[in-house]
């Protein structure tokens, strides 16, 4: 190297740092901000570096020492502290601006003596330091007199942290024993002009255009640099030759960030511009191996603080990673990948705070060279055997996976140009963007029609204004004409962008990304795809950003479904006991089904429970029980609601409790806005009351995009224009409304008719037992022969059904028939019959006079204000059994004659009756339901199965949940 001339060593690109034959090639090491925030962090650091830098054999063994480069940023919040210095001089005044550097220097010093240096080479950096500082107080003089800030005066006193980090971190390697030298990179890598003195720091992580280092140049000092060093240290034996790199390697300290432009003028790489310097590096130094040292596990598949199901990506190939840094990925800069392809030098992402994570390996490249087995697919690339494999056929290795990665620029606007006479006239994309590009503005992203009618495109939301009147400038004489309609900006959006090198080979990856999009009720406004089909980007509103991302991070599997749930009434029996069974169930639902449900609100009318991301169901459920529902106070009955959560719960604000449940702002509003959180793709709230009041909140629920799911019967049995405003709500904004279980309980009975319907049956009657509490108490007032049941009084009954939770205190609902017509109008209305309750025919076991003073005593009514029925119901049961039947609650619905009915009807006890089948079966708490049809018309369908207790109506809920979240991960 010392007898290269500048042209070879240009040409070399990576010749300047020569080694010893037998030395293991450099590794390179980089440490952010975050990796240097205390002096303990800079000894771990120090500790890193010397273990990478011991090598091993193949066999595990220390072999020899690895020669090693660190490059290294500012402690963390330096940059930012100097930018405020600069600031401070131009706004405010020199002395502010001197005090803000004090500040920043004592601290910088503070890290310095905390490394345990010895004092002559700590009074060195210390010496350093003080004339950095009072070069800064010069600059900020003459930024006071000009009132404004030069980017190159920016870039020369913010640059200066780097600088400062490179020579701690060096002393404290001497201090242990490590030999070691510093870089300043303002006088070793240079920048070609203009690019590279220009436009001042950029913003962190974010897009900037490409800055070229200009090689010769750079080559030239780096290899005139490291002749100087090793004859300076000895680290070259007398004869001229290197030292045995099997024995002794050194660790070179780089400054990150800074530069100088050909001119020699100070610049920098921009902001989190060290990564680049580190790929720079790698390049310059013929490098093997390069790590990024992050405060994170890696690159994730999106950014935790918005999907916290974002996990670290094992490999993935270069290009892959430069998608994800364009677009805001802060975990890379956006222009560190280039360096680093033309040597396929693999980069090793990893944490500092983890070293035993192996974090993220970035390697290979789309572009490889097919081998004989097909194309390559590059480390972490889903070689499917064939193009156009399936995306529903791909194994769920994560690696394996079509989507690595999804990312967002979350300020962004949209400029539109648009004109019926710009259609087929040439030149006009080129005008719009060359007009941009004499201002300076960068594009982040283009769609245009075929027809060129309208061109759009996104650009920072910072820049918007300013590139709107660029383009209205370029085209102000189309715009005078009329030639052009309009130059539009919308503004408030974000950019996110779906990246894998997969999705080029897997069919159906960007129709799985729009179906998630939509299922989450995200609307796209522009779209743009290149033909690598590397990177799918859309145009979203920046509110909806968190929760698409979400959506589209479960769509590709890279997590489970997850489904924002609320339980309304989940202080009483079902609702505590839905809580229950999802708590049993959700571990298994997670693992076989990918869905994760998370129960963030419980609510009563007394007060709720809410958690931004989910409620601790193991605290508030603790235990599994017999029943693997958890445990019951030893003095409750088996259906007992167990709402311990309601000593935590807070009470509502007093506007909402002022506006009462359906009034604007009320509590309605304030439930459904918890739920419906932004970040949240699909959410769920679940009605178990038996509250007309809430059932009015439906709409506003659906609106807010909310789905819904009903164990409550008075919207569906309600008035029909109701009933129709929110299934018509629910069509509209493409939401589920689910209320199986307001019919048969868990039993299939909706979802049975429906199938009948739908494949082109006619129903023509359905008619069975639907009210599963008078039907357990018939069986015991009017028992068949054949069951041998105790007889008992219809008081004795009430409360046998009541003690096990077949009914509860609106038990009245029951026995006036009123709980069975309102499934009679449900079953009405699904099978397309024009019904209101009202509408129903009822009887009922008691006579009319006596039924409407149980009715005045409302919630009051307790069994012992039933024994005065004991002698009619007696009576009439007699009477039946005198005939050889039984006496028994039928509804009717006859889809032919238009008409339903609740009757209490004879039915004999033999096959002579139509009945017989479902009295026969029935065990007094169960539904039991003969559905005739064309298809069925000589031997009717029967649904039958228990139809009462908490426990059997909470697993219908469940089952209906588990239908509408199923839904979401088949999208």
Known sequence: IRSSSSENIADAHGGAFELPVQAPGWEIHKFGGASLATADLYKTCAQVLISESKCKSASGQPWGAVPTAAVVSAASGVTDELINVVKAAANQSVEAAEALLEKCVTRVIGILGGLGIKEDELSKVRSNIEKDRTSISSVLRAIRLMKSVPSTALELVTGL??????????????????????????????????????????????????????????????????????????????????????????????????????????????????????????????????????????????????????????????????????????????????????????VHVRNIFNTAHPGTIIQGSAYDKPTQDGPAPGPGRHHTGRKGKHLEEAAFDKDKLPVKGITSVDQVALVNLEGATLIGVPGVASRMFGALQSREISVLMITQASSEHSICCAVSASEAQRAAQAVREGFELELSRHQVAQVQVVEGLSALAVIGQGMSSSVGAAGRMFRSLSSAHVNIVAIAQGSSERNITVIIRREDLSRAMRAIHSAFTLSAVPVSVGVLGAAGRVGSELVRQIKLQRNRLLTEENLDLRVRLLADKDGYLFAEEALDLDHLCPGDGDDGLGPRPPSSSAEEPCAAWLAQAKKYSPEAAAAGLTGAGGIGDELGGMLAAAHYPHSIIIDCTASDEVVGCYESWLNKGLHIVSANNRCPAGPKARFESVMETARRKNRCWAFEVTVGGPAPVLNSIQDLVETGDNVQVVQGLLSSTLNHILCRVSPRTAQHTDKMTFSEATAHAISRGYADRRFVDDLNGVDAARKCVILARVLGMDMEFEQVERETIISKEKLASLEALGDKVSTDDLKFLDAEVAARCAEAAAEGCVLRCVSVVDVVAGTASVKIRKVHQDDSDRLFPLVSSSRGHSVAISIETDRYKDEPLIVHGPGAGAKLCASGVFADLLRVAKRFALE
């Open 161 to 346: 942290g780097e600088v400062w980090s490179a020579q701690t971190l060096c002393a404290h390697l001497n201090a242990v024993g490590v030999v070691s030298d510093w870089i300043d990179c303002r006088e070793m890598l240079y920048l070609q002009s203009p690019e590279g003195g220009t436009g001042g720091l950029g913003e962190k992580g974010g897009a900037i255009a490409f800055i070229s280092p200009a090689w010769p140049m750079t080559v030239k000092a780096a290899g005139s640099w490291w002749l100087d060093v090793q004859l300076q240290h000895g680290w070259m034996s007398e004869s001229g030759a290197p030292l045995d790199g099997s024995k002794f390697a050194p660790v070179i300290v780089v400054t990150g960030f800074v530069a100088s432009t050909e001119e020699g003028v100070p610049t920098t790489l921009k902001r989190s511009g060290s990564d680049y310097s580190a790929t720079i590096f790698a390049k310059l130094m013929r490098a093997g191996k390069i790590t990024l040292w992050k405060n994170v596990d890696g690159i994730y598949t999106a950014d935790p603080r918005r999907v916290p199901d974002a996990f670290p990506i094992r490999t993935m190939l270069y290009e892959e990673a430069m998608e994800l840094a364009y677009f805001g990925a802060q975990v890379l800069h956006p222009s560190a990948m280039a360096p680093c392809i033309e040597r396929r030098i693999p």
